[in-house]
């Protein structure tokens, strides 16, 4: 069964920095295209960064130079980075996997798997 646990995050001012994790279990999670979604209230759900089992990353154009996505092959374990926090990165943040990073690669279509999210909040 996939699993996907996310942790991390908390409040912070602006400026600060925090780095959410996500453990994963129950695939073979190298070979997965691995994503960090978030979602405001009242807004739709955006990608941020997805980073292939190549580890080439892309970034949403809102968090480029801002955040890292990384991951962590032999701890299953992916993670965003973000630092240089503003208060419109307010949101609940998720961690998704797909089979392959399909294009648009932010589309959450290809996403099988997703955790159950981590709340960030930034204050002005």
């Known amino acids: 069964q996939v699993q996907l646990v996310e942790s991390g995050g908390g409040s912070v001012e602006a400026g600060g920095s925090l780095r959410l994790s996500c453990a994963a279990s129950?695939?073979?999670?190298?070979?997965?295209?691995m994503g960090w979604f978030r979602q405001a209230p009242g807004k739709e759900r955006e990608g941020v960064a997805v980073i292939d089992s190549n580890g080439r990353t892309n970034y949403a154009d809102s968090v480029q130079g801002r955040f890292a996505i990384s991951r962590e092959i032999s701890k299953n374990t992916l993670y965003l980075q973000m630092n240089s926090l503003k208060p419109e990165d307010t949101a609940m943040y998720y961690c998704a996997a797909a089979g392959f990073c399909g294009l648009p690669v932010f589309s959450a279509r290809w996403y099988n798997y997703w955790g159950q999210g981590t709340q960030v909040t930034v204050s002005a």
């Open positions: 129950g695939y073979t999670y190298s070979r997965y295209c």
